[in-house]
């Protein structure tokens, strides 16, 4: 027994670490009310280092995500991208400069009624060792089976659901493991579905996945799009060829704004990234 105990001490020190951390933001004393964003983002010079550290990772960044549009962020791994989605949900605050959200600072505001205004899908999805059903609730609690099933329904899920031995009652194992990586991807989806949220976070969906999965959820990632403001990182370019602006993230630092098309014609980084992932006889398309 003497093993179980030294085990289960070491874990629960790990746990009493856990539950010692302190958010790295404060709440504002008297946070403005924001019931539901329309959803229009505006960043101003914002920089940012990490804590504890000196070297900026994101410089002087400036633009709009207009309410309802959809704005791709690229660039090489490293350059900053998944750090701004990162101020964006608060989870930190810019070093310089501000983010606002239809208007309001995000430091004005409850972090709580600022979370609430997004959801996100990841490269990798958070499943709790719970039923299919639980895990798509988890987006919002308290919505009934026929919410679940609609938005089971629009990520393209419903059909592998109700496949399983006990449909919506299977339960996914620990991390997801009786799922495969695009049936994940799926429940994500749904889950970000159901929580329908203004705004929508997408940091690598597909990156995953392979290439027929990936396929498979770009349907359910538009229906998931469709009337919400969108910030989309993506390497699989042909998910962002659509996007009202791309941004273009080269160290920290935007180089290049515009449309596919303005880019393409630009032929700066966007065009020789973009011809490094999609073979030539697609790109006049
Ligand atoms: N918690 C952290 N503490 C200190 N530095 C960090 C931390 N997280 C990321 N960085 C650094 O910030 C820079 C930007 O990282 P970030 O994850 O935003 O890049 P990215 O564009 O999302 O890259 P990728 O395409 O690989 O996901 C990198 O140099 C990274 O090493
Ligand atoms: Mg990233």
């Known amino acids: 027994m003497s093993n179980t105990i030294y085990g289960a001490a070491a874990a629960a020190e790990r746990i009493i670490e856990l539950l010692d951390q302190r958010p790295l933001v404060a709440a504002p004393a008297k946070p403005r009310p924001l019931e539901r964003a329309v959803g229009d983002i505006k960043l101003r010079q914002v920089s940012f280092c ?3 550290t000196t070297r900026e990772v994101l410089s002087d960044i400036t633009f709009d995500v207009p309410a309802g549009t959809i704005t791709a962020l690229v660039g090489m791994s490293g350059a900053g991208k998944t750090t701004l989605t990162k ?3 608060r989870l930190y605050d810019p070093t310089h400069g501000g983010i606002t959200i239809d208007g309001h600072d995000l430091r004005d505001l ?3 009624q600022l979370r609430n205004q997004f959801a996100v899908v990841l490269q990798e999805t958070l499943l709790l060792d ?8 988890a987006g919002r609690a308290g919505a009934d089976h026929s919410d679940v099933v609609a938005a ?11 496949a399983l031995p006990e449909g919506y009652h299977t339960r996914v194992g620990q991390r997801g493991r009786l799922l495969s990586g695009g049936q994940r991807q799926r429940i994500a989806i749904a889950r970000a579905m159901i929580r329908d949220a203004p705004v929508l976070i997408l940091d690598e969906p597909t990156a995953s996945l392979d290439a027929a999965a990936s396929d498979h959820i770009l349907g359910p990632l538009r229906r998931l799009m469709a009337g919400r403001t969108a910030l989309v990182i993506s390497h699989n370019l042909l998910t962002v060829t659509s996007a009202r602006q791309i941004l273009y993230l080269d160290h920290g630092r935007i180089t290049e704004t515009g449309t596919h098309a303005e880019l393409l014609a630009e032929d700066g980084q966007y065009a020789q990234l973009y011809r490094l992932h999609v073979p030539a006889h697609t790109t006049t398309a």
């Open 130 to 137: 719970e039923t299919i059903a639980e895990n798509i609730l």
């Open 152 to 162: 089971a329904r629009a990520a393209d899920a419903h059909e592998f659901i109700s």
């Open 50 to 52: 990490y804590p504890g």
């Open 87 to 89: 101020l964006l949900l």
């Open 110 to 112: 409850d972090p709580r």
